[in-house]
């Protein structure tokens, strides 16, 4: 999980200086994947994504509607609720420590809720302890998540209703709430790692 992916990314830096996020630092320090003598810099959140692919696509057919760009990521999130017949759906590299390829970001039109929907490669034996977390850190009793087990796949798919987590905030941008969600992700990741 990220103890595996962040030493790995330590150790490939040689003792060179290193690129972390501030999560991926906090828990180095925590878990003393650092040595004494390595250099952190650590990456601003402005630049998190500064590798992303960002695309917008058609709810109904997955029709490309346009590549996104640094400036749409800018955006309010309330273009996605103005633009309800199309999600946004991103890559980049930062995701990997987390075990996620890809996050699309929509709002749910029948529940009037943003809703984020990530495939989150863990095995399915943490089924529980991933609940856990949710029920931890989510409203269930407003509305509830969905999380369901692809075996084909071998990842969980999640859905999350966004409104109702710990600590969201809707008048941000599409990409403040992208630095949302993968902070939750990675705590998410952070507590299954530490229950197993």
């Known amino acids: 999980m990220i103890t595996e992916k962040l030493s790995k990314k330590i150790n490939e830096a040689n003792g060179a200086e290193i690129n972390l996020l501030i999560e991926e630092k906090d828990y180095a320090e925590r878990h003393q994947l650092l040595s004494a003598e390595q250099k952190v810099v650590i990456t601003e959140k402005n630049e998190q994504f500064s590798d992303a692919i960002i695309e917008r696509f058609v709810k109904e057919t997955d029709e490309t509607v346009s590549k996104g760009t640094k400036e749409f990521f800018q955006s309010p999130l309330s273009h996605v609720k103005e633009n309800q017949t199309e999600y946004v759906y991103v890559e980049s ?93 990675f705590s998410l990741v952070e507590a299954v790692e530490n229950n197993k």
Not at 108 to 115: N, P
Not at 128 to 147: A, P, T, V, W
């Open 93 to 185: 590299k930062s995701f990997d420590i987390i075990n996620v390829d890809a996050i699309a970001l929509e709002f749910d039109e029948v529940f009037e809720v943003y809703t984020a929907m990530f495939g989150l490669a863990l095995q399915k034996k943490f089924g529980g302890s991933i609940r856990d977390y949710l029920n931890q850190h989510f409203d269930s009793e407003k509305m509830n998540y969905s999380l369901m087990f692809s075996g084909e796949d071998g990842l969980w798919e999640v859905n999350l209703p966004l409104n109702y987590m710990a600590g969201f905030n809707e008048d941000t941008t599409i990409e403040q709430t992208y630095q949302f969600l993968y902070s939750y992700i």
